[in-house]
């Protein structure tokens, strides 16, 4: 009999856990309604009780209901808080109002460029295709100039590939995903954020510090996920023309089109080129590749909200072909090979880089149509990535094979209050390099689980804490742990902690790509490691976080003050301290990075909208015997924007202006021979503005300029004139090379108003 009872109790029990309805709806920006579907971050609760969620990045909602809940609260920072009624189960949609505003009168709500939430557990923030715009950005990698917490520079004097950073770590210390699928990584690291045309990002998740475990264990200092653009919420045809000052030429079109009533579907061609040369610096290189890219995606949508259905298949091609090195090199007659016996002074040095990337994707996702808390996904990915390429007489080919799966389940425990989301994705790589003479293949596949817990009171405080155990053929067994902090001691006030480690193997050649561009001997110091020789990668990320909402004369802002230390084992060093050799070797000794940032979002008058962050950062690793700020990692920074638009005129016609100005203080430079003992770059300052006139709702100009100063580094390259001696180096580079650069552009769009 008792045998009996407790099996029947636990027959029950997911019965009990998961019969319950929902009640569902979406918070809006009335301003944008299409091209951004819905304000992420609302609080929305039951009146009068704890069953409260919040929205998420679509705007979206689910919430518990019983017939004797009448009364829905939706409350969100620098908005009226409203009440609505609820009558039945039908979807609600709702449009904020400005908090300033009179309750006679209904105020069509601005979403900020920048969302960050009060009620988030991470510290994460969105930046939307408002934000974006402001920069007029060609590709993801230039995405971030108008962001506080994401640095952009130049990786060298040759590409004019743009890097970025954060918490002081460059990219391959992210996790970098499109739509939650790991993308930037491998053989992509170098060039791959510029291989994502800006015009097919609909919105840009950024985490700092340790992030979720449901990605992977590879994320050390953070986590950015670019949401595309969907066949179904985006324009039916959309055209964006570029040029620069500096030859560059772009051509961005969008085509969708609905097959049916749950089937949609895009075509995206983004087209790149430059034919033109510049040496303005005049040391007889480049100051910018000839480069010409061609690159195709096909993405299809399916939706079917009455039975909770949703999916995405994605095809993409990309071909994209630089052109660098002196002004007057020609790939058919002065290609030189690795070996070569003799100089006769003669020699013209040149580099190319081609490369052919192809992947696809799919997502399908399922939310039960009586339980929304309740779903499952499904992702699906494979890439083949081929880059063949020469610096000068170095060599570096690389082929690059990925798969990628991942099984997710989301849930409740009892209530809305208790989430977990649990799962397990495989991963498989195959990499084959070429390195002048060498060679250098391996395999790597894994197989991961995880767990997630999260907890949120609906009041005061709130943690997600996760756990994924993985097997790796070359790393072994491991766990991965991550834990977030968040208290609300008062009225837009929050604290947030975390702390996480992460692990990762370093394709130590395919992030390094710019020291090909030097005549430095290569040296892998290896320790009978499984990758290259060497151990993988291990740090601890720590994090601390204090946000303050405020009012000041009748205007909202906030202040964001936030800390985090990574703290690394058995990194793989890259030491190029010693003139004329770059040396690989795991740690011995220390490496952190400790990052520092205070930042401020005001809205001084009506119309704009100003942000000020200052940031330290103490990035310092053991090279042999000494610890030393990291090259070229400026201690301080400061960061400025400043955006104002004027009154709408007759039929929504506007213009818009923003302004950005970075500071760069003094970067350490690794030594070289020119002077034996390295030095210090000197600080410097960056101006950048943009004028945008909407003409209407289809039709808008732009028109922009950057280094505004014309600041230049000089002689960004050393021994340009003795490009095939012992002491030539083009990766020391600090800041831009160009001088000023202006730009202008036009964007076209079409709705089809039965969408």
């Known amino acids: 009999m008792k045998k009996y009872f407790i099996n029947s109790i636990l027959l029950l029990f997911p019965l009990l856990l998961f019969s319950q309805q929902n009640y569902r709806g979406m918070i809006m920006d009335k301003n944008n309604p299409k091209d951004n579907l819905g304000v992420y971050g609302v609080n929305v609760r039951w009146l009068n009780t704890k069953i409260g969620t919040t929205t998420d990045a679509q705007g979206w909602f689910s919430i518990p209901y019983k017939s004797s809940y009448k009364k829905l609260i939706v409350s969100y920072i620098g908005y009226r808080t409203d009440t609505l009624s609820i009558t039945n189960l039908l979807p609600v949609h709702h449009f904020l109002t400005e908090e300033t505003a009179t309750t006679e009168v209904v105020i069509r709500s601005k979403k900020r460029a920048t969302q960050k939430s009060f009620y988030a557990t991470t510290n994460v923030f969105t930046v939307n295709s408002d ?157 910018a590749p000839l480069a010409n890219q061609i690159n195709v995606m096909n993405r299809w949508q399916y939706t079917d909200a009455e039975k909770g259905w949703v999916s995405f298949i994605n095809v993409r091609f990309l071909n994209d072909e630089k052109q660098t090195g002196e002004i007057n090199f020609n790939p058919e007659t002065d290609q030189r090979s690795l070996g070569f016996t003799a100089l006769t002074g003669n020699e013209v040095w040149g580099s190319e880089i081609d490369t052919k990337r192809f992947e696809t994707s799919a997502k399908l996702g399922y939310v039960f149509p009586e339980m929304p808390y309740q779903s499952f996904g499904f992702q699906l990915a494979y890439s083949n990535h081929q880059q063949d390429s020469y610096f000068g007489v170095n060599r570096y080919d690389i ?255 506007q213009w818009k202006t923003d302004f950005t100005y970075h500071f760069v203080g003094e970067q350490r430079l690794p030594s070289n021979s020119r002077d034996g003992a390295g030095f210090a770059s000197e600080s410097y300052g960056l101006l950048n503005m943009q004028i945008t006139r909407v003409f209407s709702k289809q039709f808008e100009v732009y028109l922009g300029g950057e280094n505004l100063g014309s600041y230049k580094q000089l002689n960004p390259i050393i021994s340009a004139d003795d490009p095939f001696g012992s002491t030539f180096d083009t990766s020391l580079v600090y800041a831009p090379i160009f001088g000023k650069m202006f730009y202008a552009g036009l964007r076209f769009k079409l709705n089809n108003t039965e969408k």
């Not at 940032?597 to 950062?617: G, I, M, S, V």
């Not at 990035?619 to 990291?630: C, E, I, N, P």
Request: hydrophobic share 35%.
């Open 131 to 287: 934000e974006l715009l402001k920069a007029a950005c060609c590709n993801l990698a230039e995405s971030f100039e108008t962001n506080p917490s994401i640095d952009v520079s130049f990786s060298d004097a040759l590409t004019g590939t743009k890097q970025i950073q954060m918490l002081g770590l460059t990219s391959p210390y992210l996790l970098i995903s499109q739509e939650n699928i790991p993308s930037i990584r491998g053989a992509a690291q170098a060039f791959g954020m510029t291989f994502t045309p800006g015009t097919w990002v609909e919105s840009i998740q950024i985490t700092k510090g340790a992030g979720s475990v449901v990605n992977g264990y590879e994320s050390i200092s953070g986590q950015i996920n670019a949401e595309l653009v969907k066949p179904f919420s985006d324009n039916e045809f959309f055209l964006n023309a570029y040029s620069s000052v500096n030859g560059r030429l772009e051509l961005n079109m969008h085509f969708n089109q609905r097959i049916s009533e749950k089937w949609q579907t895009g075509l995206y061609v983004h087209g790149n080129y430059r034919g033109q040369k510049f040496d303005k610096n005049k040391d007889n290189f480049l100051d």
């Open 399 to 653: 082929q690059h094979e990925s798969m990628y799966s991942n099984f997710l389940f989301n849930s409740i425990i009892g209530d809305t209050r208790s989430k977990f989301k649990t799962g397990i994705n495989f991963t498989y790589d195959s990499y084959d390099e070429l390195v002048n003479a060498s060679n250098y293949d391996r395999k790597e596949n894994s197989i991961g689980a995880f767990f997630e817990y999260a907890f949120d009171n609906l009041e005061d405080f709130s943690m997600t804490a996760g756990l994924r155990i993985d097997t790796h053929n070359l790393l072994g067994t491991f766990l991965t742990p991550r834990l977030h902090l968040r208290y609300t001691p008062w009225e837009k006030g929050v604290f947030r902690a975390s702390a996480g480690r992460g692990k990762r193997s370093a394709n130590i050649f395919a992030e390094n790509q710019k020291l090909f561009g030097t005549n430095r001997l290569i040296q892998l110091v290896e320790n009978g490691g499984s990758v290259y020789g060497l151990r993988p990668e291990r740090a601890w990320n720590y994090g601390l976080s204090f946000r303050q909402g405020f009012t000041l004369f009748q205007k909202q802002g906030d202040i964001t003050a936030d800390f985090y230390r990574t703290q690394f084992e058995d990194q793989v060093v890259v030491d190029w301290e010693q003139a004329n050799h770059i040396r690989f070797y795991n740690l011995e000794g220390s490496s952190y990075a400790n990052s520092f940032q205070l930042e401020l979002d005001y809205e001084p008058f009506e119309n704009t909208a100003l942000r000020l962050a200052y940031k330290n950062y103490k990035v310092k690793t053991t090279y042999g015997t000494q610890t030393l700020q990291k090259p070229l990692q400026p201690e301080e920074r400061f960061f400025a924007n400043f955006e104002y638009r004027f009154e709408n005129e007759e039929k929504g016609s």
